[in-house]
């Protein structure tokens, strides 16, 4: 596809279960964000990989939290043993090179509810 | 640690009228911004952008005002348009990669 696209959609779970979102950047996009959006709030970062490698994982909100990318392409996710304040629109974006200054591209985000 | 602030949750406007979205930061070492639109159930989509050495960029009715000593920028959209109406998010960046978005503004234009 032209797009970042994301899966699922939607999810909702059961607090303390895991949950893996995935993300397929836009192809040739080196670089690759994560962020989250929860009610009422602003687009917080969560983690930038460049290639495979995440030089910044500061956003990450505590050790529940992993994200990998295999292969320069596409990232998934994981949230262990999920609590309801995760509830929140996770979006991926992408954009052509971490190394300059480049737009980014978002997907159209996975909307986590955790009962 | 809110870095980048939009104070103004929502804004409401008439069509033909100017908007304008106020964003301020407060790391100096960001030297590189940019606005977002997003429609609901939509991922943000790049609006325009202004770097440091700039203090104003403009793109067809979408106008970037940086102050870099008051660490503000604007956008500027004239004339509004009812489908200007989205929220609008500013970002940041430093360096690398990573950037930082403020809260966001809900625009409205009416017709």
């Known amino acids: 596809g032209a797009g970042v696209s994301q899966s699922p959609s939607n999810k909702v779970t059961e607090k303390g279960k895991d949950v893996e979102l995935r993300c397929d950047p836009i192809?040739?996009?080196?670089?690759l964000y994560w962020y989250r959006q929860s009610l009422g709030q602003g687009l917080e970062f969560l983690i930038y990989?460049?290639?495979?490698?995440?030089?910044?994982k500061s956003g990450l909100p505590s050790d529940r939290f992993s994200a990998e990318r295999t292969g320069g392409s596409v990232s998934t996710l994981t949230i262990q043993r999920t609590q309801q304040e995760d509830s929140a629109v996770y979006l991926c974006?992408?954009?052509?090179?971490?190394?300059?200054?480049?737009?980014?591209?978002f997907g159209p985000g996975t909307r986590l509810t955790v009962l | 640690d809110q870095q980048v602030k939009q104070n103004s949750p929502s804004l409401s406007v008439q069509e033909g009228r100017i908007s304008i979205l106020n964003c301020d930061y407060t790391?100096?070492?960001?030297?590189?911004f940019l606005w977002y639109k997003k429609y609901p159930a939509e991922g943000p989509t790049f609006l325009i952008s202004i770097s440091s050495i700039k203090d104003k960029n403009e793109d067809g009715r979408f106008t970037v005002f940086l102050n870099k000593s008051a660490k503000h920028l604007s956008l500027h959209i004239v004339p509004s348009q009812p489908g200007d109406s989205a929220v609008y998010f500013c970002?940041?960046?430093?360096?690398?990669?990573?950037?930082?978005f403020g809260a966001g503004t809900r625009l409205t234009v009416k017709p």
């Open positions: 192809s040739g996009h080196t670089a």
């Open positions: 990989f460049q290639g495979n490698s995440a030089p910044d």
């Open positions: 970002a940041a960046s430093e360096s690398l990669g990573d950037m930082r």
């Open positions: 790391n100096s070492m960001f030297d590189y």
């Open positions: 974006a992408s954009s052509l090179s971490g190394v300059t200054y480049n737009e980014q591209f």
